[in-house]
């Protein structure tokens, strides 16, 4: 492979490196739409050990101002619930039947602007 070449892969990769982090970084910012995403910074107490939502439950969006989470184990749904009202996101869950939805607040004009001040900070 020439240097030309491998300086063309490198760069590639290493861009598709910046855009996931980008992808990641801008799928937390709670937006009106639902989005698994929303929760991948959520952190829960489980067995002693502080553990990412993602690792001990799914996260789907069945409707657009949805989020509902499966816990692998559902006699972890209140510690789950728990995490994700004392997160940063503002958002209330509520559990029914060991599954946990999550609505997405109606976005104001204020949060708007919240939006747009933390997404230039990302950027």
Partial sequence: MSTIQQI????RASMDKGLDAARREFGSVRSGKASPNMLDTVRVEM???QMMLNQVASIAAPEPRTLLVTPFDK???KAIEKAIRDSDLGLEPS???GV???PLPQMNEQ???ELVKIIHGLA
């Fill in 111 to 113: 949060r708007r602007k």
């Fill in 95 to 97: 559990s029914q039947g």
């Fill in 100 to 102: 946990i939805r999550v």
């Fill in 47 to 49: 067995y002693g050990q």
């Fill in 8 to 11: 063309v892969k490198d760069s």
């Fill in 75 to 77: 006699g972890q749904a």
